[in-house]
């Protein structure tokens, strides 16, 4: 499944992904577009004040695994014009995880090598 908003993946340690995924987020909105997010339920916190829709994948990645594409519909269906999320530990059932989001984003990766 791949979505009709533009689905952008982030990748790279955590603190520096969330510092870098809200700086997008802020700036897509503030140049009038809609934006959602799907994410784990512990990193919701780290965007709530963007007041941006999310869809919440659960807190392991079985969970991810089965709420994935529900929750990309879920947002898709927001018409919005970017989801971001971050990729998930490309090991075990997150690899799996990750070729879906790697899928469903038509390749477009947003790599955060260096910690902000």
Do not use: W
């Not at 140049?31 to 709530?48: K, M, T």
């Not at 919440?56 to 919005?80: H, K, P, V, Y």
């Amino acid at each position: 499944y791949s979505p009709d908003a533009e689905l952008l993946l982030f990748r790279g340690p955590d603190a520096a992904v969330y510092a870098v995924m809200r700086d997008h987020a802020l700036q897509l909105m503030a140049d009038g577009h809609a934006v959602g997010l799907l994410v784990r339920n512990d990193e919701l916190a780290h965007f709530e004040d963007l007041k941006a829709p999310a869809a919440l994948l659960g807190s392991d990645e079985t969970t991810m695994a089965r709420s994935l594409f529900a929750g990309i519909r879920q947002l898709d269906g927001l018409a919005l014009d970017a989801i971001l999320a971050r990729m998930p530990d490309e090991k075990g059932l997150g690899l799996a995880v990750s070729d879906r989001l790697l899928r469903a984003a038509e390749g477009r990766i947003i790599d955060v090598t260096a910690p902000l």
